[in-house]
């Protein structure tokens, strides 16, 4: 595709109620990063996938959250018994490779608001 | 674990004014900068890198910043700003671990305001 495609764009859940984000990366993007962005503060890392891999979930706020990329490509963000301090903008940004200076194209976002 | 600095939340400027954010980050080792910026109603995007070389790098629409590692910096420079410049800029950075990605370690941001 053109570019990183989250969907919904707008989650609202009650408190309690589990929730799926979606990202489609750039076709043949290897590298597929999740960040979440609290109001009025900077991106914060969650989780990254190298492929079908999860080389790295130390971000993830508890368990929570969980995320998959069963085949390399589309990715899942799912978070379990929504919190109020759940609410955030998801982002998602993916990289052409696995390299650690590798421009990041970021998506638009989805932004969770838990009632 | 890294952290980023960046020093004003808010900035407002007239048009043509020179502008400088500030970044600061702290980790002793060998790391990739970054600024980021999100123009309203955008996806963040990136404004330039640096990684390796001419501590002084170019970016697009004509900013540049330069990395002080003695000073743990990486400040973002334009001479003359625009009205369209207005946007959330995003200071970054994330560790040289020998080859593999990484996330990146974001600053709070800084919201510019340009003035016509």
């Known amino acids: 595709g053109a570019g990183v495609s989250q969907s919904p764009r707008y989650k609202v859940a009650k408190r309690g109620q589990d929730v799926a984000l979606r990202c489609d990366p750039i076709?043949?993007?290897?590298?597929l990063f999740w960040y979440q962005q609290a109001l009025g503060q900077g991106p914060e890392f969650l989780t990254y996938?190298?492929?079908?891999?999860?080389?790295?979930k130390s971000g993830l706020p508890s368990d929570r959250f969980f995320a998959e990329r069963p085949e390399g490509s589309v990715s899942t963000l799912k978070i379990q018994r929504t919190q109020q301090e759940d609410s955030a903008v998801y982002l998602c940004?993916?990289?052409?490779?696995?390299?650690?200076?590798?421009?990041?194209?970021f998506g638009s976002g989805t932004q969770l608001s838990v009632l | 674990a890294q952290s980023v600095s960046q020093h004003n939340h808010h900035v407002i400027l007239s048009e043509a004014a020179s502008l400088e954010l500030g970044c600061n980050y702290s980790?002793?080792?060998?790391?990739?900068l970054f600024w980021y910026v999100q123009y309203p109603g955008q996806h963040l995007q990136l404004l330039l890198k640096?990684?390796?070389?001419?501590?002084l790098v170019k970016g697009i629409k004509g900013f540049e910043a330069e990395f002080i590692k003695s000073k743990f910096s990486f400040n973002l420079r334009k001479p003359s700003v625009q009205w369209s410049d207005t946007a959330e800029y995003f200071c970054?950075?994330?560790?040289?671990?020998?080859?593999?990605?990484?996330?990146?370690?974001f600053g709070k941001g800084t919201h510019l305001i340009i003035q016509p």
């Open positions: 940004a993916s990289s052409s490779s696995g390299e650690a200076n590798e421009k990041l194209f």
């Open positions: 076709s043949g993007h290897v590298s």
């Open positions: 996938f190298q492929n079908e891999a999860q080389l790295d």
């Open positions: 980790y002793g080792g060998t790391v990739n």
């Open positions: 640096y990684f390796s070389g001419d501590p």
């Open positions: 970054a950075v994330n560790v040289y671990s020998g080859g593999g990605a990484d996330g990146l370690t």
